[in-house]
């Protein structure tokens, strides 16, 4: 297989936490919940929990270990800036900090 099929599992857009390319393969799964609060003016804070994995196809059950962080992080109304700090559950981890300008087309 060529790598450049690969998929890639960790990073901030699938597995917030961990280093970008943590898992590899011709496989490939990610979730995320997320809570929000809304009840201050202009302040949302948020808790993000992500579960992901990339691997072998024949490794999708069994064999590799899934990744998974939990993130802690707020938006501000009004402005697409919005940083959060994750850090991966399980041994060894440590605290990444991101921050994201996202707006809506």
């Known amino acids: 297989m060529r790598v450049q ?3 890639n599992s960790g ?3 699938t597995v917030r936490g961990e280093v970008s ?3 590899r393969g011709d496989a490939f799964w990610s979730g995320r919940g997320e809570l929000l ?4 003016r202009r302040f949302h804070p948020s808790v993000v929990v992500d579960q992901g994995w990339a691997g072998a196809r024949s490794d999708l059950v069994t064999k590799t ?3 998974r962080s939990a993130a802690a992080g ?3 109304v009004g402005s697409p800036f919005s940083p959060d700090a994750a850090r991966p559950l399980g041994a060894g981890g440590t605290w990444r900090v991101n921050a994201y300008a996202v ?3």
């Open 21 to 23: 390319g943590t898992q």
């Open 103 to 105: 707006t809506r087309f």
């Open 5 to 7: 099929r690969f998929w």
């Open 65 to 67: 270990s899934q990744l």
């Open 37 to 40: 609060y809304e009840g201050l």
């Open 74 to 76: 707020f938006a501000f």
């Open 11 to 13: 990073g901030w857009q």
